[in-house]
């Protein structure tokens, strides 16, 4: 399995971004797919979750309003819309295979299935 994430870069407060997560080895038909992120000093820390079928997403609270996931597996891409970002919003980002845990229907949390992340996408807010 690898995934490839790319579309980071240098972005003022409320600015905007997509990243881009590219799968090869495997279908994102099978598999829901997680966007993490690690900023500096801190530990990686779940932001989204897209399921297999694009039918259920996840978001955490600091994120949620502000960024969108969506996949289109034709392209076996998973993609991660960021709007208003804020300064706390710097980090590199990776995406990885993920379980999905759901209460009342929802995605309730996730866990990364694998411990390679590659290097991920850096993700600058700043003025």
């Known amino acids: 399995f690898q995934l490839q994430a790319s579309g980071g870069g240098l972005v003022q407060p409320g600015g905007s971004l997509r990243l881009s997560c590219v799968a090869s080895?495997?279908?994102?038909?099978?598999?829901?797919i997680g966007w993490f992120r690690q900023a500096p000093g801190k530990e990686r820390e779940g932001v989204s979750c897209?399921?297999?079928?694009?039918?259920?997403?996840y978001y955490i609270d600091p994120v949620k309003g502000r960024f969108y996931v969506s996949s289109d597996n034709a392209k076996n891409t998973v993609y991660l819309q960021m709007n208003n970002l804020k300064p706390e919003d710097t980090a590199i980002y990776y995406c990885?295979?993920?379980?999905?845990?759901?209460?009342?229907?929802?995605?309730?949390?996730?866990?990364?299935?694998?411990?390679?992340w590659g290097q991920g996408t850096l993700v600058t807010v700043s003025s």
């Open positions: 897209i399921s297999s079928s694009g039918g259920h997403t």
């Open positions: 990885q295979v993920v379980k999905t845990y759901f209460m009342s229907g929802r995605i309730s949390t996730m866990a990364p299935i694998y411990d390679s």
């Open positions: 080895g495997f279908s994102f038909d099978d598999y829901a």
